[in-house]
């Protein structure tokens, strides 16, 4: 396999398009030709997780964070991005990071979080929009079947829980073709009435081009006719947060220690508890601070995430109990989450991850 073959496996995860505008996801140093040897997945990229791959003989490294968040200006390993950039060239690893992407991609980071607490009933916080878009296709009749099942293979008609969905509706097709044609029905130069089948599906935005493609390699046409739309509609599953209910109500200390013990924390931080017991629990990886109001919409009565602010914690007085486990805790999952997923995909690869810790935070 080749370093785009992988970058393409990750991306049907965790999309690139589905990155913050602020992010850096994608491959950020190597050749997308370049063979694979073998894989190290970390949260961050350090000396140690560079020196692993080398000596193991993996020439890719894929990070959760970016190690170039901020652009480059020169590369004189004047710091910690230059320096580790410089290693990776001359080590000759490629380094792809799939940072808010797999935040927000349905079972990411989150989610995963969310199991490891096992939550029932778990749904995205901050929905997004925009994320979706309607095909339209006109085929003959005969052909409708196998262009359906081409789209659906490509990864259109998905709703929610429910995939293989479209609306048909059959109607009169008219074209005229033109000097140098080979038209599938009819004759040059003689306008051709048909019977058609209307095949509208949903597909994700990121899928379009793919979907469009596979119905084209199918079709009998030799010009498809097909219409593309913008849906304001949500993605079911794609957005940052999730919540979620426990499978009976605790007391609220007793689900406090319960998480420190389930995300292994050498220590967490929470506000005053404002309530006895809980049962509705929302989470984000990482930065979720800004998810608190959504939380509270939800009717969650705990918010979990990586880090806040000492003045955040005032957002959620009196509203939600807020508990801050540490950035590290709430996305190393995102290790695992990449683990098992490469693994079922590519089952006879060498994929390991970092044996060292990448923290770089420690408590006294």
Same mark, same amino acid.
């Given at each position: 396999?080749?370093?785009?073959?992988?970058?393409?496996?990750?991306?049907?995860?965790?999309?690139?398009?589905?990155?913050?505008?602020?992010?850096? +996801?994608?491959?950020?140093?190597?050749?997308?030709?370049?063979?694979?040897?073998?894989?190290?997945?970390?949260?961050?990229?350090?000396?140690?997780?560079? /020196?692993?791959?080398?000596?193991?003989?993996?020439?890719?490294?894929?990070?959760?964070?970016?190690?170039?968040? &901020?652009?480059?200006? $020169?590369?004189?390993?004047?710091?910690?991005?230059?320096?580790? @950039?410089?290693?990776?060239?001359?080590?000759?690893?490629?380094?792809?990071?799939?940072? +808010?992407?797999?935040?927000?991609?349905?079972?990411? @980071?989150?989610?995963?979080?969310?199991?490891?607490?096992?939550?029932?009933?778990?749904?995205?916080?901050?929905?997004?929009?925009?994320?979706?878009?309607?095909?339209?296709?006109?085929?003959?009749?005969?052909?409708?079947?196998?262009?359906?099942?081409?789209?659906?293979?490509?990864?259109?008609?998905?709703? #929610?829980?429910?995939?293989?969905?479209?609306?048909?509706?059959?109607?009169? #097709?008219?074209?005229?073709?033109?000097?140098?044609?080979?038209?599938?029905?009819?004759?040059?130069?003689?306008?051709?009435?048909?019977?058609?089948?209307?095949?509208?599906? @949903?597909?994700?935005?990121?899928?379009?081009?793919?979907?469009? $493609?596979?119905?084209?390699?199918?079709?009998?046409?030799?010009?498809?006719?097909?219409?593309?739309?913008?849906?304001?509609?949500?993605?079911? #599953?794609?957005?940052?947060?999730?919540?979620?209910?426990?499978?009976?109500?605790?007391?609220?200390?007793?689900?406090?220690?319960?998480?420190?013990?389930?995300?292994?924390?050498?220590?967490?931080?929470?506000?005053?508890?404002?309530?006895?017991?809980?049962?509705? @629990?929302?989470?984000? #990886?990482?930065?979720?601070?800004?998810?608190?109001? /959504?939380?509270?919409?939800?009717?969650?009565?705990?918010?979990?995430?990586?880090?806040? &602010?000492?003045?955040?914690?005032?957002?959620?007085?009196?509203?939600? +109990?807020?508990?801050?486990?540490?950035?590290?805790?709430?996305?190393?999952?995102?290790?695992?989450?990449?683990?098992?997923?490469?693994?079922?995909?590519?089952?006879?690869?060498?994929? $390991?991850?970092?044996? &060292?810790?990448?923290?770089?935070? $420690?408590?006294?």
């Amino acid at each position: 396999m080749i370093v785009r073959d992988i970058v393409s496996l990750i991306e049907e995860l965790a999309p690139a398009q589905y990155q913050e505008s602020y992010d850096n +996801t994608g491959l950020t140093v190597g050749d997308p030709r370049m063979e694979v040897s073998g894989i190290v997945l970390c949260l961050d990229v350090t000396d140690q997780v560079l /020196d692993q791959a080398y000596h193991s003989g993996a020439n890719m490294v894929i990070s959760h964070h970016p190690l170039v968040f &901020k652009p480059l200006k $020169r590369l004189t390993e004047s710091n910690r991005p230059e320096r580790l @950039v410089a290693k990776a060239v001359r080590y000759g690893i490629a380094l792809y990071a799939c940072h +808010t992407s797999l935040d927000a991609a349905y079972e990411g @980071v989150s989610w995963r979080m969310a199991h490891i607490l096992d939550l029932q009933n778990i749904r995205t916080l901050e929905q997004r929009d925009g994320e979706l878009r309607k095909i339209v296709v006109y085929v003959p009749e005969s052909y409708a079947e196998q262009v359906r099942s081409a789209m659906f293979s490509a990864g259109a008609g998905a709703i #929610g829980r429910y995939d293989q969905c479209s609306f048909n509706s059959v109607g009169c #097709g008219t074209f005229r073709a033109g000097k140098g044609c080979e038209p599938y029905i009819g004759e040059i130069g003689v306008r051709e009435d048909t019977a058609e089948v209307k095949i509208e599906t @949903v597909v994700p935005r990121h899928l379009c081009n793919r979907v469009v $493609r596979a119905a084209q390699k199918v079709h009998p046409y030799e010009e498809m006719a097909y219409d593309i739309y913008t849906l304001n509609n949500v993605a079911e #599953g794609i957005g940052l947060g999730v919540v979620g209910d426990l499978p009976q109500e605790m007391p609220i200390m007793d689900f406090i220690c319960e998480i420190k013990k389930r995300f292994n924390c050498e220590h967490i931080e929470f506000n005053e508890p404002h309530c006895e017991k809980v049962r509705r @629990v929302a989470m984000c #990886g990482g930065s979720g601070a800004s998810l608190i109001q /959504d939380a509270v919409s939800s009717g969650a009565e705990v918010f979990i995430t990586g880090e806040m &602010k000492f003045s955040e914690f005032f957002d959620a007085e009196d509203a939600i +109990t807020a508990v801050r486990i540490g950035h590290y805790e709430s996305e190393i999952c995102a290790v695992d989450i990449l683990f098992d997923y490469l693994t079922k995909k590519i089952p006879n690869f060498a994929v $390991r991850k970092c044996e &060292k810790s990448t923290n770089p935070i $420690r408590h006294l």
